[in-house]
């Protein structure tokens, strides 16, 4: 099975700090995601990567980076912190064969909140 | 802009019994793959069933099942013999051959099962 994995279950952090969400795949996936979710709103596209050093913009990019240096990790950043970022954040990583009929693995999501 | 629209933020079903999540989408693309989403409580998102646009006959894997109307833009899950387990946000979501896998999702359905 794909296993996804994101360091922290449950994040916080104070205003204006620069904030990582690392997560790691095992399966050797070309593609991997950022996700925003947020009740009432489902999940928004912040970044995405198709393969290393590679990075594109989702829905949503203000106010975060990305870091793809491996082809396993993607890292989330908040350069920033702001309390508007207090969010479940989820991680998913995909195949590139026939890549857009391939479902995408997801983390257990990391729950960030910004004091 | 490419949607997904879920209409029932919640619904309830009595265990053992059927039940209907609907979900309708907007894409202007011809060539495009469907997918329904679980998240238990537990937070990890999970592939419940796919289709793809191209093929009239509907998905099933085992109690899940979908009614697909592509004139409609229509793509729902049905649920049978309902169980306990299958309590969850149930995101209905859609990715075309366009792009590099990038998906767009509904805003959710929460099914509560009762005994």
């Known amino acids: 099975d794909v296993k996804v994995t994101q360091s922290s279950r449950y994040l916080v952090k104070r205003t204006g700090e620069k904030v990582f969400l690392e997560c790691v795949q095992d399966?050797?996936?070309?593609?991997m995601f950022w996700y925003r979710q947020d009740p009432g709103l489902g999940l928004r596209l912040i970044y995405f990567?198709?393969?290393?050093?590679?990075?594109e913009k989702g829905d949503i990019p203000e106010g975060y980076s990305v870091s793809r240096e491996k082809k396993e990790r993607f890292s989330l950043i908040l350069e920033s912190a702001s309390t508007n970022q207090t969010s479940m954040y989820l991680c998913?990583?995909?195949?590139?064969?026939?890549?857009?009929?391939?479902?995408?693995?997801f983390g257990d999501g990391t729950r960030l909140s910004i004091l | 802009a490419q949607t997904v629209t879920q209409s029932q933020p919640e619904m309830s079903v009595q265990e053992a019994e059927t039940v209907t999540l609907s979900c309708t989408y907007d894409?202007?693309?011809?060539?495009?793959?469907l997918f329904w989403y679980k998240q238990p409580p537990s937070r990890q998102m999970i592939l419940v069933i796919r289709?793809?646009?191209?093929?009239?006959q509907n998905a099933t894997e085992n109690r899940f099942s979908v009614n697909f109307q592509k004139a409609a833009k229509s793509f729902s899950l049905k649920i049978s013999d309902s169980q306990l387990g299958d309590a969850a946000m149930y995101f209905c979501?859609?990715?075309?051959?366009?792009?590099?896998?990038?998906?767009?999702f509904g805003a959710g359905t929460r099914l509560t099962v009762k005994p």
């Open positions: 979501a859609y990715t075309t051959s366009s792009y590099n896998n990038d998906m767009r």
């Open positions: 289709q793809e646009a191209y093929k009239q």
């Open positions: 998913a990583s995909s195949s590139e064969q026939n890549y857009s009929n391939q479902p995408q693995h």
């Open positions: 990567s198709y393969d290393v050093k590679m990075k």
């Open positions: 894409t202007s693309e011809s060539d495009y793959y």
């Open positions: 399966m050797d996936h070309e593609n």
